[in-house]
């Protein structure tokens, strides 16, 4: 219980220790933490922070190019899942479900090489890039573990042609009331 400290997970310069942060089922709040720390380094292989109530945005410098697994799923984070500032060349799973993301965008990055990425309960609509179903398709047979995608891709959700399973999720009001305190109006 508490929040997760500013500072946490730096290292002192040249170390190379890989961190795997764990940090589920622990009744945390608040946001989180800026990583840009860990954004030019291969120091941070794995952040979760799954089955909590943290809130506020996705911060964009937890998308380190060097990341495998990012679970962010099970809480109450608001905004829209941010833009990498590079490709994420390794990373694996992606799950950002029941939340309260918006917008239109499911990184690019996301559908490349990307084993496991669950979306599905949140308010996202719009187009999946069909770049993330190509490179899926022409990946799959390269790898050993399926690749999955999952959406709320009902009408008014997200068109997925690729999604592996479908999620009738929240729906969305034309206008939802979005506040850092409060969620969407749902029908």
């Known amino acids: 219980m508490g929040t997760i400290p500013s500072g946490f997970g730096q290292l002192p310069n040249g170390s190379k220790v890989r961190r795997w942060i764990n ?12 990583f840009s720390y860990f954004m030019h380094t291969p120091n941070l292989r794995m952040f979760s922070a799954a ?25 109450r984070l608001t ?10 060349i390794e990373l ?10 918006t917008g239109n965008f499911i990184p690019q990055n996301g559908g490349y090489l990307v084993r496991n990425q669950t979306y599905h309960d949140n308010y996202i609509h719009g187009e999946v890039d069909p770049r993330i179903c190509e490179s899926m ?4 047979w390269s790898l ?21 399973k479908c999620y009738e999720g929240k729906r969305v009001t034309m206008s939802p009331s979005i506040v850092p305190s409060s969620r969407p109006t749902s029908i």
């Open 79 to 88: 905004g829209s899942i941010p833009e990498s500032s590079g490709p994420m």
């Open 23 to 34: 940090l589920d089922n622990n009744a945390l709040q608040g946001t989180l933490p800026d």
């Open 51 to 75: 089955n909590n109530t943290l809130t506020g945005v996705i911060p964009p410098s937890i998308l380190s190019r060097y990341v495998w697994y990012i679970h962010l799923n099970n809480n």
């Open 92 to 101: 694996e799973e992606l799950w950002l479900h029941d939340n309260s993301l």
């Open 137 to 140: 398709r022409s990946s799959a």
């Open 144 to 164: 050993r573990t399926p690749l999955t995608l999952t959406a709320d891709c009902l009408p008014s959700f997200l068109e997925c042609s690729c999604c592996t």
